[in-house]
């Protein structure tokens, strides 16, 4: 369970805005546990925090490759693509979400990550 220290630790630091000290962390509890889904997305909430978006696709495509139910992952994927105005990809991972767990629907009317595609049509019609 050493890899839940390192862990832990990278949510403290994310949690005081220490970004790239807990992206070092998660890295820590990954070289121990390459397969820890939960680290991989936290990883990944960590680097879209600083922009890095296409890193941060790069650790939830990790985090679904060892869980496909990760619904947070699918959830924050289609945030990135939101936020790189990429409505294709938004859609597709906001609906794997959704199918997950309904709730993402009210919570993607709502936030700031879908505001470049909220008035397309197609993000709309998902939402209703």
């Known amino acids: 369970d050493y890899h839940l220290a390192w862990y832990n630790r990278g949510i403290e630091l994310k949690n ?3 970004l790239e000290e807990a992206i070092a962390s998660y890295d820590r509890a990954l070289e121990i546990k390459p397969d820890y889904h939960e680290a991989w997305n936290n990883r990944g909430i960590a680097l879209k925090n600083l922009g890095r978006l296409e890193e941060a696709i790069a ?3 990790q985090a679904i490759k060892i869980n496909s139910n990760d619904a947070d992952a699918y959830y924050n994927k289609a945030c990135c693509y939101g936020l790189q105005n990429n409505v294709e990809l938004a859609i597709e991972n906001l609906q794997r979400a959704i ?6 629907q009210d919570m993607a009317k709502t936030d700031k990550d879908f505001e470049q595609i909220r008035g397309d049509q197609r993000f709309q019609s998902l939402l209703s």
């Open 59 to 61: 650790s939830w495509d």
């Open 16 to 18: 005081l805005g220490r």
């Open 99 to 104: 199918n997950f767990d309904v709730e993402y």
